[in-house]
Structure formats: structure tokens, C-alpha cells
């Protein structure tokens, strides 16, 4: 490795530690937050589940896509597919956090096994959406420093979680959009 990726890594390493403890810390604090309650003259934005979860679906449809990209040699493909599914990342994350600041949570209201599932796949995917945020961008700055042998070695490892988050945030959504008021 030379000087220069080294120090080019160095600094990104930085910022995804500073990224990877703030997203989760300003997300979760900004979670609490109910502008209306605050007094502010918002309406509620009641019409972002089913955009944000459709989101999330196409997050997931999009690191399909990269894989099979990736599979059969179309880098270029790749690269623009892996940008699209951050992007996707970033909207969703901007449109919950609005969502929740200007409406009531929503209670599921299922029974028996079922709420035991629903809280099994909320939890986990909760867990891992945090626990994604620095694989996501460790192997984003590997393949901008062109560092490809640990790329794909941590890429192993960030696809199959970051393809959950995004598959179980349409489950949640789907299992507790019944329960919107």
C-alpha cells in the first residue's frame, strides 16, 4: 500500500467513525422530536411510510443488482448501482426522521406469535441498520482507494446485512401499515 492510499485512508477512516457514531446518535435524538407537540404549525407527514418502505425496497432490489453486476464483470455498472443504493440509504433516512418529527409513532397492534415476529424483525433490523453504517462506508472508501482484495472481503460481509436492513424495513412497514390511523 502506498503513502498516499494510506494517508487517503486515514482520513476517511475519520470520517466514517465520525459518520458511524453521528447518524445513529442525530437520528436517534432527533427520533424524540415531534415538532407539533413542540408547538411548530407542521402538518403531519402521514404520506412517507409507504415512499420510504418502497425505498427501502428498491435499496434492495438495486444491491441485487449490483451483485449480479459485480458477478459478471460490469464494474462500471457496480460503481453507479452502489452510489444509487447509498442514495436510496440517504433519502430513506431523511424522509423516516421527517416522518417521526411530525407524527405520532404508530403502535403495532398484532397479537400472539405474530407481535413476537414483528418485534424480532423491528429489533434486528434496528440493530443492523446501525451496525451497517460503517461497513457500508469502509467498503465504499476500499473501492475509492481502489483497495479491491479488502473490498471484497468486507463487501462479503456489509451485502448480506445492508440487503436485510433494506428487505426487513418493507417488512416492518408492511406488518404495521394496517395499524396507521
Same mark, same amino acid.
Given at each position: 500500500?502506498?503513502?498516499?492510499?494510506?494517508?487517503?485512508?486515514?482520513?476517511?477512516?475519520?470520517?466514517?467513525?465520525?459518520?458511524?457514531? $453521528?447518524? #445513529?446518535?442525530?437520528?436517534? $435524538? &432527533? *427520533?424524540?422530536?415531534?415538532?407539533?407537540?413542540?408547538?411548530?404549525?407542521?402538518?403531519?407527514?402521514?404520506? &412517507? #411510510? #409507504?415512499?420510504? %418502505?418502497?425505498?427501502?425496497?428498491?435499496? $434492495?432490489?438495486?444491491?441485487?443488482? %449490483?451483485?449480479? %453486476?459485480?458477478?459478471?464483470?460490469?464494474?462500471?455498472?457496480?460503481?453507479?448501482?452502489?452510489?444509487?443504493?447509498?442514495?436510496?440509504?440517504?433519502?430513506? &433516512?431523511?424522509? !423516516?426522521? $421527517?416522518?417521526?418529527?411530525?407524527?405520532?409513532?404508530?403502535? *403495532?397492534?398484532?397479537?400472539?406469535?405474530?407481535? @413476537?415476529? @414483528?418485534?424480532?424483525?423491528?429489533?434486528?433490523?434496528?440493530? &443492523?441498520?446501525?451496525?451497517?453504517? #460503517? *461497513?457500508?462506508?469502509?467498503? @465504499?472508501?476500499?473501492?475509492?482507494?481502489?483497495?479491491?482484495?479488502?473490498?471484497?472481503?468486507?463487501?462479503?460481509?456489509?451485502?448480506?446485512?445492508?440487503? !436485510?436492513?433494506?428487505?426487513?424495513?418493507?417488512?416492518? !412497514?408492511?406488518?404495521?401499515?394496517?395499524? @396507521?390511523?
Amino acid at each position: 500500500m502506498s503513502s498516499n492510499t494510506s494517508r487517503e485512508e486515514s482520513k476517511y477512516n475519520k470520517w466514517i467513525v465520525l459518520l458511524s457514531i $453521528a447518524i #445513529p446518535v442525530v437520528v436517534a $435524538a &432527533l *427520533f424524540g422530536v415531534n415538532l407539533r407537540k413542540l408547538g411548530f404549525d407542521v402538518k403531519p407527514l402521514t404520506f &412517507l #411510510p #409507504p415512499i420510504y %418502505a418502497s425505498i427501502n425496497g428498491l435499496t $434492495a432490489v438495486i444491491l441485487l443488482a %449490483a451483485f449480479w %453486476a459485480i458477478k459478471n464483470k460490469k464494474i462500471e455498472l457496480h460503481e453507479n448501482l452502489m452510489k444509487s443504493a447509498i442514495a436510496c440509504s440517504v433519502l430513506f &433516512l431523511v424522509m !423516516y426522521v $421527517a416522518y417521526h418529527m411530525t407524527s405520532d409513532s404508530t403502535k *403495532f397492534g398484532g397479537e400472539g406469535t405474530i407481535r @413476537y415476529v @414483528y418485534y424480532f424483525i423491528l429489533i434486528t433490523h434496528i440493530i &443492523l441498520s446501525v451496525v451497517v453504517i #460503517p *461497513f457500508v462506508l469502509v467498503t @465504499y472508501v476500499r473501492a475509492l482507494s481502489k483497495r479491491f482484495d479488502k473490498h471484497r472481503k468486507i463487501a462479503r460481509i456489509t451485502f448480506p446485512i445492508w440487503l !436485510y436492513v433494506a428487505i426487513s424495513g418493507v417488512v416492518v !412497514y408492511l406488518m404495521i401499515s394496517p395499524y @396507521y390511523g
